[in-house]
C-alpha cells in the first residue's frame, strides 16, 4: 500500500478518478498506483506529483533506490516512455518476455554478475516487465532466432515454462513474436541483438547489448543502420502465427 500517496490525496482533497483527470490517465491506473504499490511513468509521476503539490520522492520513495546499472538507467527510461519497442536477440529471449527461472539461469551463468547480485539484477529485470502490464502498454514486437527456443538455458523445466508463458504473451494484442526459423542462412542478426524504440513524438532511440554493458544510440545514420538490420531480420522470420505454432511444438520437446 502507497500510504504516502493516500496521505496526499487526503490532504488535497484528490480521489484516485479525480487525481486520473488531472494526470490523464485511466482511474483504474491511479487506483493500481495506490493500491498495488505501482509506480508510474517518470511524466505521470512528474503530474501527479505537481498535483498533490509533493516532490515525487515524497511519494515514490523507492525510485530513489535504484537498483539497475547506472549505464542501463538512459534506456530504461527510454524504454518506459516508449510506444513501441521492437526487439532482436540471436542468443536468449528479451529480457521484458522472460519468466523468472530463465531470467535467472540467464543472469547466473553469464560469469560477468557476482553470484551475490543476481537477485538484485533479476529485481530490476522482472520489475521492468510491468511496463507491458500497464492499460497503455507499448506495442512490443520480438524476433528472436529459433536457436533462442533450444538453447538448454535452467534446464528442460525451465524452458517448458518459459516456452508456455511466452506462448501466453503472444495471445495478448500489443505483443507479437517472429522466429526466423535454423535453416535460414546469414542474416544481419548474426551480428548482434538490438533494441528500437519509438516515442509519442516519433522520435527513435536504439539500444545495443554487448559483454561489459549497454549503449544507447540516437545518431540518425546510426538509427538508420539499426532499422535496416531490423527489416532485414524481421523479413527472414516466420509470421506471428507461425512462429506461435513453432514455439509450441518447441515446448513439447522440452520434457
Same mark, same amino acid.
Given at each position: 500500500?502507497?500510504?504516502?500517496?493516500?496521505?496526499?490525496?487526503?490532504?488535497?482533497?484528490? !480521489? !484516485?478518478?479525480?487525481?486520473?483527470?488531472?494526470?490523464?490517465?485511466?482511474?483504474? !491506473?491511479? /487506483? @493500481?498506483?495506490?493500491?498495488?504499490?505501482?509506480?508510474?511513468h517518470p511524466r505521470h509521476r512528474a503530474a501527479a506529483a505537481a498535483v498533490l503539490g509533493r516532490d515525487i520522492g515524497d511519494i515514490w520513495a523507492d525510485t530513489s533506490r535504484r537498483r539497475e546499472p547506472i549505464w542501463f538507467r538512459p534506456w530504461q527510461e527510454i524504454e518506459r516512455e516508449a510506444v513501441s519497442l521492437r526487439s532482436y536477440e540471436s542468443m536468449v529471449l528479451p529480457?521484458?518476455?522472460?519468466?523468472?527461472?530463465?531470467?535467472?539461469? +540467464?543472469l547466473g551463468g553469464t560469469g560477468l554478475i557476482a553470484r551475490g547480485d543476481v537477485e538484485r539484477h533479476l529485481a530490476t529485470r522482472l520489475a521492468r516487465q510491468d511496463i507491458l502490464r500497464h492499460d497503455d502498454p507499448p506495442q512490443f514486437t520480438a524476433v +528472436?532466432?529459433?536457436?533462442?527456443?533450444? @538453447?538448454?538455458?535452467?534446464?528442460?523445466?525451465?524452458?517448458?515454462?518459459?516456452?508456455?508463458?511466452?506462448?501466453?504473451?503472444? /495471445?495478448?494484442?500489443?505483443?507479437?513474436?517472429? +522466429?526466423?526459423?535454423?535453416?535460414?542462412? /546469414?542474416?544481419?542478426?548474426?551480428?548482434?541483438?538490438f533494441v528500437i524504440a519509438a516515442s509519442a513524438d516519433h522520435r527513435l532511440a536504439g539500444y545495443l547489448?554487448?559483454?561489459?554493458?549497454?549503449?544507447?544510440?540516437?545518431?540518425?545514420?546510426?538509427? /538508420?543502420?539499426?532499422?535496416?538490420?531490423?527489416?532485414?531480420?524481421?523479413?527472414?522470420?516466420l509470421s506471428h502465427w507461425q512462429s506461435v505454432e513453432l514455439i509450441t511444438e518447441v515446448a513439447q520437446t522440452w520434457t
Open positions: 500500500m502507497n500510504d504516502a500517496l493516500r496521505a496526499a490525496l487526503h490532504d488535497t482533497g484528490h !480521489t !484516485t478518478d479525480s487525481l486520473a483527470a488531472e494526470v490523464g490517465v485511466d482511474p483504474k !491506473t491511479t /487506483a @493500481r498506483w495506490l493500491h498495488e504499490e505501482r509506480i508510474p529480457g521484458l518476455l522472460q519468466t523468472e527461472a530463465y531470467a535467472r539461469a +540467464v +528472436v532466432d529459433e536457436a533462442v527456443l533450444r @538453447r538448454p538455458v535452467g534446464g528442460p523445466a525451465t524452458m517448458r515454462e518459459q516456452l508456455h508463458a511466452l506462448v501466453a504473451a503472444c /495471445a495478448q494484442p500489443h505483443v507479437r513474436v517472429h +522466429v526466423v526459423p535454423s535453416r535460414v542462412g /546469414a542474416y544481419a542478426g548474426l551480428n548482434g541483438p547489448d554487448n559483454q561489459l554493458k549497454g549503449q544507447v544510440v540516437s545518431d540518425p545514420d546510426d538509427i /538508420a543502420a539499426i532499422l535496416g538490420a531490423w527489416e532485414n531480420v524481421r523479413g527472414e522470420a
